[in-house]
């Protein structure tokens, strides 16, 4: 009796809490998510071999066509270049409803071309999984930054590669200071220096919250090593960090750095 009651209890404990998550995200949207974009950041941890063909097999073959048919687009596609645990797949999803964006994977259930095409993945044996594991974080669009931009060099398929940055910060004060920071002229500051942003966002639903993340394009690795060296010698960007409002503790204490190659079939 003690273990039903307990059971019952977990189970009303953990319909509460997802409702509440689904009031908050959509009440986000209705009001300060307003215009901005919701990005879903998956990152598919693999093991070389025969995963990773499978794996940019079905990104290449369903999903990515299977979400292009939901309207949902440009879909981006990196591997990690530089970081931890490799290989790994990033996928960036953009979407302007957060509500469309987190039933993607049931609308994609009904699509049969979709579940033909990426069968072999979908349907992969536990002896021979597809993936390691799968993560996956909600972020919703910065308000001075509320779309994603697609570097000019995408178009053309040109050399180009990015940098993934996540901020992680000891309270929800301090990251709020920091999401803060960049409104009051970081964002200037990165463009007068020649950067290509492609998203900023900020972390719903994640791991190591409470966290940003951004994404920088680059045309190649000497020009980031350039660009940066512009960006921290900038007197803009020296008065800004000595500013007290953002100087007055530690309100980044960790940042996670890695650089990805955009997949050839990747659409940013």
């Known amino acids: 009796m003690r273990r039903r009651r307990f059971l019952a209890s977990s189970l009303a404990a953990s319909a509460l809490a997802v409702e509440a998550s689904k009031s908050a995200l959509l009440g986000a949207q209705a009001t300060g998510g307003q215009g901005r974009e919701y990005y879903?950041?998956?990152?598919?941890?693999?093991?070389?071999?025969?995963?990773?063909?499978?794996?940019?097999?079905?990104?290449?073959?369903?999903?990515?066509?299977?979400?292009?048919?939901?309207?949902?687009?440009?879909?981006?596609?990196?591997?990690?270049?530089?970081?931890?645990?490799?290989?790994?797949?990033?996928?960036?999803?953009?979407?302007?409803?957060?509500?469309?964006?987190?039933?993607?994977?049931?609308?994609?259930?009904?699509?049969?071309?979709?579940?033909?095409?990426?069968?072999?993945?979908?349907?992969?044996?536990?002896?021979?999984?597809?993936?390691?594991?799968?993560?996956?974080?909600?972020?919703?669009?910065?308000?001075?930054?509320?779309?994603?931009?697609?570097?000019?060099?995408?178009?053309?398929?040109?050399?180009?590669?990015?940098?993934?940055?996540?901020?992680e910060s000891p309270s929800t004060f301090d990251h709020r200071r920091k999401v803060e920071m960049f409104h009051s002229g970081e964002f200037d500051i990165f463009k007068q220096a020649g950067f290509s942003p492609v998203f900023y966002g900020d972390s719903l639903i994640g791991s190591h919250l409470p966290n940003l993340t951004y994404m920088l394009a680059f045309e190649s690795e000497d020009d980031r090593a350039k660009l940066w060296k512009a960006f921290m010698s900038a007197p803009e960007w020296k008065k800004l960090s000595a500013e007290k409002r953002f100087n007055f503790e530690s309100i980044v204490t960790n940042i996670t750095n890695q650089l990805l190659s955009p997949a050839p079939f990747s659409q940013i």
């Open 40 to 167: 879903e950041l998956r990152r598919y941890h693999l093991t070389s071999g025969s995963q990773k063909k499978l794996t940019d097999t079905y990104l290449s073959e369903a999903l990515i066509p299977g979400l292009n048919r939901l309207g949902i687009r440009p879909i981006g596609v990196f591997n990690v270049a530089v970081g931890m645990e490799s290989p790994s797949v990033y996928v960036l999803i953009p979407c302007t409803s957060v509500e469309k964006l987190v039933n993607v994977d049931f609308q994609l259930e009904k699509d049969s071309d979709y579940m033909k095409a990426g069968e072999a993945f979908l349907k992969a044996p536990a002896q021979d999984p597809a993936y390691i594991r799968l993560e996956s974080s909600l972020l919703i669009a910065f308000e001075g930054r509320p779309h994603l931009t697609v570097p000019a060099a995408t178009a053309k398929q040109g050399a180009r590669i990015f940098e993934l940055r996540t901020y």
